[in-house]
């Protein structure tokens, strides 16, 4: 019998994470080594958002370079994971009352490559993208991680890309002023939420447009709404637990959420 996988959701931050070593991204290279070996890994990113819903159907899909104004060395990262079009049609069929596309075009963006690049280095796991599809409430992105939960025991690890605070227009790029208080309270309430009615059929934090700070510490939802897949995903045995905890520029979480 395959061990159930986890389903983790990583703070991923700053792109200049995936070539820094600092406390993070030891977290995360600690998490490769410790956790089951997947089959294959399923990526809820932030940075792919689309009309409709998309899933990466490709055999070799590219590494994508979706930032600017970053060093070159940056740029040079590639992360050449196969890619798994199998699990492709898996995603489709489990998302049953949807029109989701097979997608061809896309590849792996930074949310996904910046955290595995330190989880996985050798890029030796195959990799399958789903997008996020802009057209679905918060509740609709949770109810499809319930959807995907089955994929958990057939060896597949759900892994949600984001923040649970992301303020980029506030965010201090130098080291002065240090964390936004609003940012950190926030964070906090996310934490405080997170072991209540895990499993059940509506997590308390799918209103998390409702929490006081939402609007200030998520003026768009893009990289909220991943960590629903994973509650979503979650199974009423299931514990979580906060690996690693921090902000990124005074305004971006770095909380990552491991369900197991």
Request: aromatic residues 8%; contains cysteine.
């Amino acid at each position: 019998m395959t061990q159930r996988m986890p389903a983790l959701f990583l703070g991923h931050g700053n792109p200049m994470h995936a070539i820094q070593e600092n406390r993070y991204t030891e977290v995360w290279r600690q998490l490769g080594e410790q956790l089951p070996r997947p089959k294959a890994i399923l990526v809820i990113s932030a940075h792919w958002v689309t009309q409709g819903t998309a899933v990466t159907a490709m055999t070799h899909p590219r590494t994508i370079h979706d930032f600017g104004q970053f060093p070159q060395a940056l740029f040079d990262v590639q992360y050449p994971a196969a890619g798994d079009p199998q699990l492709a049609e898996r995603v489709k069929q489990r998302l049953s009352g949807s029109n989701v596309m097979l997608d061809h075009q896309w590849g792996l963006d930074h949310g996904t490559w910046g955290v595995l690049v330190k989880m996985y280095p050798d890029a030796d796991i195959p990799v399958v993208q789903l997008s996020l599809d802009a057209a679905l409430s918060p509740e609709g992105h949770y109810q499809r991680g319930e959807q995907l939960s089955s994929l958990r025991d057939e060896g597949i690890l759900l892994l949600a890309s984001g923040n649970t605070v992301h303020n980029l227009s506030m965010a201090r790029w130098g080291k002065e002023g240090g964390i936004y208080p609003w940012a950190e309270a926030f964070d906090q309430r996310v934490q405080d939420s997170l072991c209540s009615e895990t499993g059940d059929s509506h997590h308390q934090l799918v209103d998390y447009q409702q929490l006081p700070g939402a609007q200030l510490a998520n003026p768009t939802p893009e990289h909220f709404l991943p960590l629903l897949y994973i509650l979503g995903a979650a199974h009423a045995d299931d514990t979580i637990s906060v690996p690693v905890t921090g902000m990124d520029m005074g305004s971006i979480s770095m909380t990552s959420i491991l369900v197991q």
